[in-house]
Every structure is written in structure tokens, then in C-alpha cells.
């Protein structure tokens, strides 16, 4: 009767011993899954984030060349312009100087003619050619100012485009913050969490500031884009000789 007491007693320990050691495989088993799923986890927020930089950088380099793209194909255009602006400047020049010299051959004509008028057609001739010195000058200091015009425009532009290059540069380093201040909060306690997340408002309101700016810089090179230099027109002037009298009288127009 004792040894089937004590027989039963050794069954009831190896039971209980038994079921300690299942429960403390099946604990450890557990804390190993926890540990693994953790660490997928984990993995998976850094992947994430990498494959979201990845994605950002790819799209700032296409921002960036599409906007330098955009900023050549203005700087075509505004140079196109230009030079058609100076062609049919330099065309209406020819045609106003050309038009002057037939005037002054026809006076001369005249004034070779042996007529009553001989003297003052003489003189006409004489006026007529001061007149077309001064138109000459005339022409010369408008086409100077145009230049000049032309030389402030182009500082000008290219002082916004320093800035929107300088704006570029910015939200790239701001982004490199935003990413890196994001990848500390993954791993950051709950303190340092809290700092990091203000931090990490920091860096987005820095973003929106250089946002803004950047904005404003090529709100103002599409407007410079859009409008025409000032055309440098010569001074237009129809000079006719009236024969008719003996004063050879100058009708101007």
C-alpha cells in the first residue's frame, strides 16, 4: 500500500515537472515569436523608409530636371526674341536711312537745276542732311537704352533664378533632415520621441517657408517668361519736299 502511494506521488512529479517544462518551452517559444515578429517589424518600417526616400530623391531629380529643362527652353525664347526684336529694329533703321538718302539725291537733283530757287534748295539740302545726323544720334541713343533695359532684365532674372537654385538646394537638405529625424523616431523612446516629433515640425515648417519662397521666384520668371522686351523703335519720320513754289516750303509729317 506505501510503495503504491509513493508510486503515485513520483507520477503526480513527473506530471507537474513535466508540465513546468511545456510551459516554460511554450513561454520561450512565445518570446522568441515576439522577438522575430518585432524585428520583421522593424525591418519592415526601415525598408519602407528607404524605399519612400528612394521614391522622394527620384522625384525631386525629376523635378529638378524638368525644371531646368523649362528654364532653358525661356532662356531660347527670351534670346529668339531678342534677336527678332534687333533684326526688325535694324530693318526699319535700314528702310528710315534708306528712305532719308533718296530724299537727299531727289534735293540735290534739284538744286543742279538751274532754277530761281537754286539758293534756298541749297540750303534745304544742307538742313536735310543735319536732320539726318540728328536722327542717326537719335537712333543710336534709343538702341543704347534697349540695352541697357535688356542687360537689367537679364540681371534680373538671373538673380531669381540664384534664388529658385537656392531654394532647390534647401529643400533637399531639409528633406535629408525630415527623412533622418523620421528613421530616429522608429527607434527613439517615448521622450526622445516627443522631442523628435517637434523637431520634425520644425523641419516641415522650414519646408513650407522655402516652399513658399521658391514659389514666389517662379511665379516671377513665368511673368518675365510670358512678357515682350520693349521693342527699339527709331523715330519715324516722312519728310516731303514741295517744289511747287519758289520757297521749296517742308511739309513734315
Known amino acids: 500500500m506505501a510503495e503504491k502511494k ?3 506521488v513520483l507520477f503526480s512529479l513527473r506530471e507537474l515537472r513535466q508540465l513546468e517544462d511545456d510551459r516554460v518551452s511554450k513561454e520561450q517559444q512565445d518570446l522568441s515569436a ?3 515578429a518585432e524585428k520583421q517589424a522593424k525591418l519592415d518600417a ?3 523608409a528607404r524605399e519612400e526616400e528612394e521614391a522622394r530623391l527620384q522625384a525631386e531629380q525629376d523635378r529638378v530636371r524638368a525644371e531646368q529643362e523649362r528654364r532653358e527652353a525661356l532662356e531660347r525664347e527670351e534670346r529668339i526674341r531678342v534677336q527678332e526684336t534687333e533684326r526688325k529694329a535694324q530693318v526699319e533703321a535700314q528702310m528710315q536711312l ?7 539725291e531727289h534735293q540735290q537733283k534739284l538744286a543742279a537745276a538751274p532754277t530761281k530757287s537754286h539758293k534756298m534748295l541749297y540750303g534745304i539740302v544742307a538742313g536735310m542732311a543735319v536732320l539726318v545726323i540728328g536722327l542717326g544720334i537719335f537712333y543710336y541713343r534709343h538702341t ?23 531654394t532647390t538646394a534647401e529643400a533637399d ?17 517615448e521622450a526622445d520621441r516627443e522631442r ?10 522650414e519646408m ?4 513658399a519662397r521658391a514659389n514666389d521666384a517662379k511665379t516671377k520668371i513665368s511673368s518675365r517668361g510670358s512678357s515682350k522686351p520693349d521693342k527699339p523703335k527709331g523715330p519715324k519720320i516722312n519728310l516731303d519736299i514741295d517744289t511747287s513754289n519758289a520757297t521749296g516750303g517742308i511739309n513734315g509729317k
Open 6 to 8: 509513493e508510486s503515485s
Open 34 to 36: 515576439r522577438l522575430a
Open 46 to 48: 526601415e525598408r519602407r
Open 98 to 104: 534708306e528712305q532719308q538718302r533718296l530724299h537727299l
Open 144 to 166: 543704347q537704352q534697349a540695352a541697357r533695359e535688356r542687360q537689367r532684365a537679364a540681371a534680373e532674372l538671373a538673380a531669381l533664378q540664384k534664388t529658385l537654385d537656392e
Open 173 to 189: 537638405r531639409i528633406n535629408r533632415e525630415i527623412a533622418s529625424i523620421q528613421g530616429q523616431i522608429l527607434n527613439a523612446n
Open 196 to 205: 523628435l516629433k517637434k523637431e520634425l515640425e520644425k523641419k516641415q515648417r
Open 208 to 211: 513650407q517657408a522655402n516652399a
